[in-house]
């Protein structure tokens, strides 16, 4: 049996709601949300996605292999009819989950990503990441200065560097797995099949900065999720969820309750 996914559990007892964080996330960046939703008496299992965070890394790196870590994971648990939110290429996963194994997952929750194919676009920050030689241990605000060379924005350097961690007593490095995503940078952006269907209550949050979801993404949310609602929220990108951390609680809360 394959080594099991690592996951941060909030609350015990509840309904189940799994938590899948976007390209070079972890589970870390959603434990606000895990507590606050725990609190409303779910249990809340915040994962890391193979090749990040905590959890194995593994030159198998696709769509596939991630949705069968987290059935794996599911089973583990005897889990089944649980809450699926993803962000981003977590989003993408349980799109490809709720799919593929409908009867395992009760509500779909998608935040800032559409079914749809999108071309790579995280050359800058791949190119920024590789700049950085960890032979010469740098230190954190070094390695901040590298990456600001490339990545002007605060906010994305910040998450970014959830990731580093002492991987000796004086040598940082990232967890997640960089030579994977050298090799494969197409991985994340592969859209779901044509047939694909989920037809249970799904909800799609949309940042209002973001040009993730499109205007023309809605007919391709319709096909796939026809029992989909989008909601916005206004005056935040694609990191919705920590730019307003109330508001989004909120919109998943009220989707739950209907």
């Given at each position: 049996?394959?080594?099991?996914?690592?996951?941060?559990?909030?609350?015990?007892g509840?309904?189940p709601?799994?938590v899948?964080?976007?390209?070079?996330?972890?589970?870390?960046?959603?434990?606000?949300?895990?507590?606050?939703i725990?609190?409303?008496?779910?249990?809340?299992?915040?994962?890391?996605?193979?090749?990040?965070?905590?959890?194995?890394?593994?030159?198998?790196?696709?769509?596939?292999?991630?949705?069968?870590?987290?059935?794996?994971?599911?089973?583990?648990?005897?889990?089944?009819?649980?809450?699926?939110?993803?962000?981003?290429?977590?989003?993408?996963?349980?799109m490809?989950?709720?799919?593929?194994?409908?009867?395992?997952?009760?509500?779909?929750?998608?935040?800032?990503?559409?079914?749809?194919?999108?071309?790579?676009?995280?050359?800058?920050?791949?190119?920024?990441?590789?700049?950085?030689?960890f032979?010469?241990?740098?230190?954190?605000?070094?390695?901040?200065?590298?990456?600001?060379?490339?990545?002007?924005?605060?906010?994305?350097?910040?998450?970014?560097?959830?990731?580093?961690?002492?991987?000796?007593?004086?040598?940082?490095?990232?967890?997640?797995?960089?030579?994977?995503?050298?090799?494969?940078?197409?991985?994340?952006?592969?859209?779901?099949?044509?047939?694909?269907?989920?037809?249970?209550?799904?909800?799609?949050?949309k940042?209002?900065?973001?040009?993730?979801?499109?205007?023309?993404?809605?007919?391709?949310?319709?096909?796939?999720?026809?029992?989909?609602?989008?909601?916005?929220?206004?005056?935040?990108?694609?990191?919705?969820?920590?730019?307003?951390?109330?508001?989004?609680?909120?919109?998943?809360?009220?989707?739950?309750?209907?």
């Open positions: 049996m394959k080594e099991l996914l690592y996951s941060k559990i909030e609350g015990e509840g309904i709601i799994i899948l964080h976007g390209y070079f996330g972890m589970s870390d960046n959603w434990n606000s949300f895990g507590k606050s725990a609190a409303l008496g779910y249990e809340a299992h915040l994962l890391d996605l193979r090749n990040h965070g905590r959890s194995f890394h593994s030159d198998d790196w696709s769509y596939d292999f991630m949705v069968q870590d987290v059935v794996q994971y599911m089973d583990h648990y005897n889990m089944c009819d649980a809450i699926v939110l993803g962000h981003s290429m977590g989003g993408k996963v349980a490809k989950l709720a799919t593929q194994y409908p009867s395992k997952v009760d509500r779909l929750i998608i935040a800032d990503i559409s079914p749809r194919a999108y071309k790579p676009h995280h050359q800058d920050i791949i190119g920024a990441l590789n700049a950085i030689d032979s010469t241990k740098p230190s954190r605000k070094e390695i901040d200065e590298i990456l600001s060379q490339s990545i002007p924005d605060f906010g994305t350097r910040q998450f970014l560097s959830k990731s580093l961690y002492w991987k000796e007593p004086d040598q940082l490095a990232f967890r997640f797995n960089l030579s994977v995503f050298n090799k494969n940078e197409e991985v994340v952006g592969v859209g779901l099949n044509e047939e694909a269907l989920y037809e249970k209550p799904t909800l799609f949050i940042g209002g900065n973001s040009n993730y979801i499109q205007e023309k993404d809605e007919l391709i949310i319709k096909k796939h999720f026809p029992l989909s609602i989008i909601d916005i929220i206004p005056n935040a990108g694609h990191w919705l969820h920590a730019e307003n951390p109330q508001l989004f609680l909120d919109l998943v809360v009220q989707f739950l309750k209907k």
